[in-house]
């Protein structure tokens, strides 16, 4: 019996530590996400350099294949977070910068787009 309660203690103490790779929704809004930095006439600046929509999406891909390797990202704001925020070297903000707009946090823009794609938001530049 002693053996059974142990066994259901850990298998359910360690179910927390399993993570689930993202659902197809979420697949669906990364993909978005980066569908809609490719479409936009927006720069990316990373460690204070500005980087072409192209160069941005591939480095943010390789990013994300990264994180799920890693089992490390579920959601789309969990890619916002942990690939498309900030430098994981330096730990810099990321930055976008849009025709006729002043620069802003890479992770307010994703927001953004991530709200235009589930419809609560426009989608803006």
């Known amino acids: 019996m002693l053996s059974r309660l142990t066994l259901v203690t850990c298998l359910i103490a360690f179910s927390g530590l399993v993570s ?3 659902s197809p929704t ?5 993909q978005g996400l980066m ?18 929509r192209d160069e941005a999406r591939k480095h943010l891909q390789r990013k994300y294949d990264y ?7 579920d959601t789309a ?8 925020s900030k430098s994981s070297m330096s730990g810099r903000a990321y930055q976008v910068r849009c ?27």
Request: aromatic share 8%; hydrophobic share 40%; proline share 7%.
């Open 77 to 84: 704001e969990q890619f916002i977070e942990r690939a498309a």
């Open 67 to 73: 994180l799920l390797k890693r089992d490390l990202v």
């Open 26 to 30: 979420a697949k669906r809004e990364i």
């Open 35 to 52: 569908d809609a930095l490719s479409a936009s006439s927006c720069e990316f600046q990373r460690n204070g350099t500005w980087h072409g």
């Open 20 to 22: 689930a790779a993202p």
């Open 99 to 125: 025709p006729g707009q002043p620069a802003q946090p890479a992770a307010a823009w994703f927001k953004a787009r991530l709200d235009a794609l589930r419809g609560s938001g426009a989608p803006g530049r």
